[in-house]
C-alpha cells in the first residue's frame, strides 16, 4: 500500500512541482550594461530599446522612457554589428564602459553620432569597421581611456564631418588602422589624447584636399611605419599645466604627404611650459619621407634627420 501510495505520489510531481526550466532570453546584439559587467545579465536593456526612427539615443545620466538614473556605472555594449539608421542625431552617454566588439554603420546622411563615458573606458575591438555618415565620436571624460585594437577602421562622408577619438586619460591604437575621409568639403580626422599616446605600426590615412588630420596628445609622441596623405596634417606633443615637461616627437619609417597648397603641415614637440625651453632631441624624424604643398610647413624645434 505504502509502495503504490509513493509511485502514485512521485507521478504527480512533475504536474505540480517541477514546471519545464524558461530559457533565458537570448544576449541581444547590442545592449545597455547596466552593472557594467561587459556580458548580459539580468537587468540589462536592449539597445534597440534607445534606437530608431524618431529616437535620439540614450543618456545614463536622464530619465527617458524604459530608463531612470541609477547610481552604479552603467556601460554600453556592441557585439555584432550595429545600424543606426535614426535621423540628425544619435548620443550614447554613459558612466561605465563601452565595448565596440562589431561594426557600427550609420545608414542616414548627416548624422551626428557621439558614443561618450564620464567616468568609463572605450574599448574598439580588433578589425571593427565604423563607418560614419557625418560626425563621429568617440569621447571619454573623467580619466577615462581608450583603446582601438589592430587593423580597426574609421570612415565618415559628408562636408565639414569628423571623425573624433578624444581620451582624457591614455590611448592606445593598434597596428594598422586606417582612417579615411570621403567628400570634397573640409572633413576631419581628430585624434587627441591627455596623458598618453601608443601608436602601433602601420597607420594610414587617406583624407581628400581640404580635409585634416590632426593627431594631438598632452605627451610624447612616437608614430611608427606611417603612411599618411591628406590636405592638412598635424602630429603635436604640447605642454600644458597638466603635463608641463618639454615633449618629445619621433616619426620613424614613415611617409607623410601633405596635398593641399593653401593647407598646413605642421610637427611641433612642445616647449617646457615653465622654461619655454624645448627638450634635447625633441624631435626626430628617421628614415622618413615628407612631401608637402604647404609653402610654410613648420617643425619645432628644429628636427633631427635621420
Not at 608614430?223 to 603635436?236: D, H, M, T
Request: proline share 7%.
Amino acid at each position: 500500500m505504502r509502495y503504490a501510495l509513493a509511485v502514485a505520489m512521485m507521478a504527480t510531481l512533475p504536474l505540480i512541482g517541477f514546471a519545464a526550466p524558461v530559457p533565458p532570453p537570448a544576449t541581444p546584439g547590442a545592449f545597455i550594461d547596466v552593472d557594467n559587467n561587459g556580458v548580459w545579465t539580468s537587468g540589462d536593456l536592449p539597445l534597440a530599446n534607445f534606437t530608431g526612427t524618431g529616437s535620439v539615443g540614450f543618456n545614463a545620466f536622464a530619465t527617458q522612457p524604459g530608463w531612470k538614473p541609477v547610481t552604479r556605472p552603467v556601460g554600453l555594449v556592441v557585439l555584432t554589428p550595429l545600424t543606426l539608421n535614426a535621423d540628425f542625431v544619435q548620443q550614447f552617454i554613459v558612466s561605465g564602459d563601452i565595448r565596440i566588439m562589431a561594426d557600427v554603420k550609420v545608414s542616414q546622411a548627416d548624422t551626428f553620432v557621439s558614443f561618450s563615458t564620464i567616468g568609463g573606458n572605450i574599448t574598439i575591438g580588433p578589425k571593427v569597421s565604423v563607418s560614419g555618415n557625418g560626425d563621429m565620436d568617440f569621447q571619454t571624460f573623467n580619466g577615462g581611456d581608450i583603446s582601438v585594437g589592430d587593423g580597426a577602421s574609421f570612415t565618415t562622408r559628408g562636408e565639414f564631418n569628423t571623425v573624433s577619438l578624444d581620451a582624457d586619460g591614455v590611448m592606445t591604437l593598434g597596428s594598422k588602422l586606417a582612417f579615411q575621409l570621403a567628400g570634397t568639403g573640409y572633413n576631419a580626422i581628430n585624434i587627441h589624447a591627455h596623458d598618453a599616446i601608443t601608436i602601433g605600426p602601420g597607420m594610414t590615412t587617406r583624407i581628400p584636399n581640404h580635409g585634416y588630420f590632426d593627431l594631438l596628445c598632452n605627451c610624447d609622441v612616437t608614430l611608427p611605419k606611417a603612411n599618411f596623405r591628406s590636405g592638412y596634417i598635424r602630429i603635436e606633443g604640447y605642454s600644458s599645466a597638466r603635463h608641463p615637461e618639454a615633449k618629445h616627437v619621433r616619426v620613424t619609417d614613415s611617409t607623410l604627404t601633405q596635398t593641399y597648397k593653401n593647407g598646413d603641415f605642421r610637427i611641433i614637440a612642445g616647449a617646457d611650459v615653465r622654461t619655454s625651453r624645448y627638450a634635447p632631441d625633441g624631435l626626430i624624424l628617421e628614415k622618413t619621407k615628407i612631401s608637402t604643398k604647404s609653402l610654410q610647413p613648420l617643425y619645432l624645434p628644429d628636427p633631427i634627420v635621420r
